[in-house]
């Protein structure tokens, strides 16, 4: 199947991104760069084995195909070299559900739970939300590169009683992959302070052209009895909608736990459309993710490259991976008037940074990037036209 990838004008689709910004932004006639999903049509497989399955007219209890985990199985060694057996995978609805399920588990009332700021905000919402104590230990930026402050993330464990860290790898908002020897130093630190590791890879897939090989944490050996891994295809081929994601558990006991807490909130598989779309998406999908990849690292450098020119104090930080780019525009704007630039001149809607973790962030805004080039070259034309005056 040869694809070619299709923009669509979502407006009036009832989708989140396009349709629904006044929740967040009081108004809705903005350029929705925010949100994490893309305007792309999806892999042409997962379009039609959804319509086929609308076609057949009867939507009553499914059973989740064999398929749908061996296409899951298959692309992650292919992909990932990642070993993943069956019976490690439970379902759910996304996967920021279970972040939440396994800070109840793990953690109690009060016990700390670490992120590595500025980070994806429903980490934070899953601590304060549970009333757990939120501890962060900020990454370090050095001009736009961001890497972990290892003493300090240790140091934070130790003082604050942290009893889990959540992990965003890649790490949204910044578009760092982290290296095997950064996700090692990581997990060291966390056994030796007996830390459980929620590890989010939802990412996982959108890894940059000429970027190192994304690190699955299943494949750094010794540590499965002290973590989850979660993942989906929502990212990789657009298809939150689906809800369906892996959370995948190697060890006998956790499996055992988490399956308890399940059954306890009654929760055991998703919608059928979802199934077969992202069974599909994985079989099929490979051809669509790299095209779109381009695309995305097209849009990455566009930003890049017409900021650097436009405006040189801006600071963009590379996108090694994710569709997500950290951009600080504090040189340029006062504390407190992002708004003012990004909504009210330039009526665009991004993900504003001190969403992610507080106002020390408050000078960067987060672009979704997956979205067409003339989208992303008029977002940056009225951003450029809006500072310089
Ligand atoms: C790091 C990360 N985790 C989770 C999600 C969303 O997960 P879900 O919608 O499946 O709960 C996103 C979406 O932006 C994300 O960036």
């Given at each position: 199947m040869s694809e070619t990838i299709?923009?669509?004008?979502?407006?009036?689709?009832?989708?989140?991104?396009?349709?629904?910004?006044?929740?967040?932004?009081?108004?809705?006639?903005?350029?929705?760069?925010?949100?994490?999903?893309?305007?792309?049509?999806?892999?042409?497989a997962a379009r039609q084995a959804a319509m086929k399955y609308a076609e057949f007219g009867i939507y009553g209890y499914y059973m989740v195909p064999d398929g749908y985990y061996d296409a899951f199985i298959n692309w992650e060694k292919k992909y990932h070299n990642c070993e993943v057996k069956r019976e490690w995978i439970r379902f759910s609805p996304g996967v920021v559900s279970p972040i939440n399920w396994w800070v109840n588990m793990k953690t109690k009332p009060g016990d700390g739970v670490i992120v590595m700021t500025p980070v994806y905000y429903p980490f934070l919402d899953a601590i304060n939300n549970n009333g757990r104590k939120l501890i962060s230990s900020d990454l370090v930026n050095n001009n736009g590169v961001y890497t972990v402050d290892f003493a300090d993330f240790e140091k934070k464990i130790a003082d604050n009683n942290v009893k889990a860290f959540i992990l965003s790898s890649p790490h949204n908002p910044v578009g760092r992959v982290w290296t095997r020897e950064e996700l090692e130093q990581m997990l060291a630190i966390c056994r030796k302070h007996n830390v459980f590791v929620i590890a989010d890879e939802i990412?996982?897939?959108?890894?940059?052209?000429?970027?190192?090989?994304h690190t699955e944490i299943l494949n750094i050996p010794g540590y499965t009895d002290m973590l989850v891994a979660i993942t989906a295809g929502s990212k990789t081929f657009n298809l939150a909608g689906c809800q369906n994601s892996f959370v995948i558990l190697p060890d006998e006991k956790l499996?055992?736990?988490?399956?308890?807490?399940?059954?306890?909130?009654?929760?055991?598989?998703?919608?059928?459309?979802?199934?077969?779309?992202?069974?599909?998406?994985?079989?099929?999908?490979?051809?669509?993710?790299?095209?779109?990849?381009?695309?995305?690292?097209?849009?990455?450098?566009?930003?890049?490259?017409?900021?650097?020119?436009?405006?040189?104090?801006?600071?963009?930080?590379?996108?090694?991976?994710?569709?997500?780019?950290?951009?600080?525009?504090?040189a340029y704007v006062e504390q407190g008037k992002m708004k003012e630039l990004i909504q009210d001149k330039c009526r665009i809607a991004v993900d504003y940074g001190d969403w992610f973790g507080g106002d020390r962030f408050a000078g960067f805004i987060r672009f979704n990037l997956a979205t067409s080039p003339e989208n992303i070259k008029e977002a940056v034309a009225r951003i450029v036209k809006n500072i310089k005056g």
């Open positions: 299709k923009y669509v004008d979502r407006v009036g689709t009832n989708c989140n991104k396009w349709d629904n910004m006044t929740a967040r932004f009081g108004e809705n006639d903005l350029m929705a760069l925010w949100v994490a999903d893309m305007d792309f049509v999806v892999p042409e990412h996982h897939d959108l890894i940059m052209p000429g970027h190192r090989e499996r055992e736990e988490f399956d308890a807490f399940l059954n306890s909130i009654r929760i055991r598989n998703g919608n059928a459309f979802g199934y077969v779309a992202v069974e599909a998406a994985f079989r099929e999908g490979r051809e669509w993710l790299d095209k779109v990849i381009e695309i995305i690292n097209s849009n990455a450098k566009y930003v890049e490259t017409e900021l650097k020119a436009q405006l040189p104090k801006a600071v963009v930080s590379p996108l090694e991976g994710t569709y997500l780019q950290w951009i600080d525009l504090g």
